[in-house]
């Protein structure tokens, strides 16, 4: 869910302007899950910014103080959200903690990195929300070790139907800063792409595995 439409357009330009987005439908880039995406967003980018990169963790701390309060924990997924997630939390003098994809295999095995108060609610950072399996093994994770999970921030996401109805399900709220309906929006109004490249974009989202 987009908060507000004004900081939505703001961060689709910033991206843009760093070619954080990338579209190319006629050769489409392969992501990990095997999905042919016309679309490939790099927001690691934001941090080589530091106009870019303080708009966005200003933005996002402001989100979470005035959705959430200041009694919360920030926690970043690792590894793209942990630098913004940082700044986040100091922002809002807050703890910082990061959930890895999986336990380490050594050490002392941790997926969960930091501390984290259980009396407090959770806060989860994420760079880019897509299909939302990463982003829920982490929730899981959190919710594992009986922390509770008040929502979700990201800074961009693909808005995919079955990503948000996996949210849904299991009850977790998560807000962006931008996502694809704003980011299609903003490129037809600045006539950058036209009426049959703006369909196929759409057809993309609509059915990722089978729309090449």
């Given at each position: 869910?987009?908060?507000?439409?004004?900081?939505?357009?703001?961060?689709?330009?910033?991206?843009?302007?760093?070619?954080?987005?990338?579209?190319?439908?006629?050769?489409?880039?392969?992501?990990?899950?095997?999905?042919?995406?016309?679309i490939y967003c790099d927001n690691r980018l934001i941090?080589?910014?530091?106009?870019?990169?303080?708009?966005?963790?200003?933005?996002?701390?402001?989100?979470?103080?005035?959705?959430?309060?200041?009694?919360?924990?920030?926690?970043?997924?690792?590894?793209?959200?942990?630098?913004?997630?940082?700044?986040i939390a100091e922002r809002l003098s807050l703890p910082f903690s990061y959930v890895r994809p999986e336990p380490k295999g050594h050490g002392l095995?941790?997926?969960?990195?930091?501390?984290?108060?259980?009396?407090?609610?959770?806060?989860?950072?994420?760079?880019?929300?897509?299909?939302?399996?990463?982003?829920?093994?982490?929730?899981?994770a959190l919710k594992f070790e009986g922390y509770k999970v008040n929502g979700m921030l990201s800074i961009f996401s693909y808005n995919f139907h079955f990503a948000n109805e996996i949210f849904e399900k299991e009850n977790i709220e998560v807000n962006s800063l931008a996502d694809y309906n704003v980011l299609l929006e903003k490129l037809k109004s600045d006539d950058k792409i036209d009426e049959k490249e703006l369909t196929r974009l759409i057809n993309w989202r609509n059915d990722p595995k089978n729309w090449f």
């Open positions: 869910m987009i908060l507000d439409k004004k900081i939505a357009l703001q961060t689709i330009t910033y991206l843009t302007q760093i070619n954080a987005i990338k579209l190319n439908s006629k050769k489409p880039f392969t992501w990990t899950s095997g999905i042919k995406s016309p941090l080589s910014y530091p106009k870019i990169r303080e708009f966005v963790a200003d933005k996002m701390a402001e989100i979470i103080k005035d959705k959430y309060g200041k009694k919360n924990s920030i926690t970043g997924v690792a590894t793209g959200a942990i630098a913004i997630g940082s700044m095995k941790n997926q969960i990195e930091g501390r984290i108060d259980k009396e407090n609610g959770i806060v989860v950072i994420e760079d880019l929300i897509s299909t939302g399996k990463s982003s829920l093994n982490a929730i899981n």
